[in-house]
């Protein structure tokens, strides 16, 4: 009788390539639209490194976003959103995925065309409000029709960012992070790790 065929166990076992970034890739696009959700899941994919602007904004001041706003209005949580995004865009290569307003000023629109890769991750306001979980962490995502004005005033700008668009709708994180990443490969931004 014949011997039944071994299998190559370890040659099977699947081994994640890991990649390295040319330069740094800023995710923009309206609350809800995904960002941090899709810059951690790459990051976890393809072995590079992601930061949150507001996690890492709220860190460096001590306070969370709503307390900024509340106590010290917008213009002082924009300033500091602008100087964030100046030491992030200055650092090493990484995925950036940043607060949905961060389009408004034009020094920060210029940040983001001479720092690095712009991927705007397109979201109509109706499907972002169902993928928010809370409005609470969210000063400017407090009704529908304010978030459907400031969406479509917005649009145009992180369409003047951008280098690419993708539109969300209907698609999940995985499928997104399938696109993105083939854009990013094709761009020459994403390159295997060398061994
Ligand atoms: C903002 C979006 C928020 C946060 C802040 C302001 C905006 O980030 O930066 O509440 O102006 O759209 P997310 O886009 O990650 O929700």
Redesign the pocket.
């Known amino acids: 009788m014949k011997e039944p065929l071994k299998k190559p166990y370890a040659t099977l076992r699947f081994s994640r390539p890991s990649y390295v970034l040319r330069r740094p890739v800023f995710f923009v696009?309206?609350?809800?639209?995904g960002?941090?959700t899709l810059a951690r899941k790459l990051a976890r994919l393809l072995g590079v490194s992601s930061i949150?602007?507001?996690t890492y904004?709220e860190r460096r001041e001590g306070r969370a976003?709503?307390e900024i706003?509340a106590r010290d209005g917008?213009e002082a949580?924009r300033d500091i959103?602008s100087a964030v995004l100046g030491e992030l865009a200055s650092g090493e290569a990484q995925l950036i995925?940043?607060?949905?307003?961060?389009i408004?000023r034009e020094e920060n629109r210029r940040m983001l065309k001479e720092g690095g890769f712009v991927v705007y991750l397109d979201v109509a306001p109706e499907e972002a409000a169902a993928r928010?979980s809370s409005t609470a962490?969210?000063?400017?995502?407090q009704n529908m029709d304010q978030a459907k004005k400031?969406y479509e005033k917005?649009h145009p700008l992180y369409e003047e960012v951008a280098d690419v668009s993708i539109a969300t709708a209907g698609k999940t994180v995985s499928q997104v992070a399938d696109e993105v990443t083939a854009i990013l490969k094709e761009e020459g931004i994403l390159c295997l790790r060398p061994r």
Do not use: H
């Open positions: 696009g309206f609350m809800g639209a960002k941090t949150d602007c507001d904004l976003i709503s706003f917008e949580f959103e995925s940043c607060g949905g307003g961060v408004g928010i962490t969210r000063p400017l995502f400031l917005r």
